[in-house]
Each structure stands twice: as structure tokens, then as C-alpha cells.
């Protein structure tokens, strides 16, 4: 197997790709990007280092008016969680 190979399966996914694959799958949710921020005053990586966490909070606060957006560093697989 080429190192290429083994060397991107390896590679961890950085920030401003994971944020690309949220905003992607935000889209599918038919979700305006332009009516939230994303909160940068807490941790973006989860506790073991295996997920990048973005928290998107809407710009005008109201309650329940945020989500989360996991993204796996590996799989690239990314969930939405709705804010309550």
C-alpha cells in the first residue's frame, strides 16, 4: 500500500475542513447560516479529541435558538443536535 494510502486514512480532519462538512449538512436542514454565529468561547474539540464541536447560536437570541454540530476528526461524519 502506498504511504499516501495509509497516510490520509491516518489524517485527522483540521478546523476549516470540518467546519466546511457542518455547514454542508447544515444546509440540508434548510437552515439559514446567515441568522447564526458560531460560539468561540468554549472548547472546539470534544474531551477525547475525536470530534470537532461547533455551537451555532442565532444572532437575535430567543430560546432554543441554537444547535450543536459534531464532526467526526476521522469518519468525517457529522450530526446536527437541535437546541431545546
Known sequence: MPADDATSRNR????????DI????????EVDLREYRIRMDGEELSEDGNKWLFLFECREW????HFLMTVDRRSSHAE?????
Do not use: D, V, W
Open 12 to 19: 485527522l480532519l483540521g478546523r476549516e475542513e470540518a467546519l
Open 22 to 29: 457542518a455547514e454542508r449538512h447544515i444546509s440540508q436542514k
Open 62 to 65: 430567543r430560546p432554543g435558538c
Open 80 to 84: 446536527f443536535i437541535p437546541g431545546e
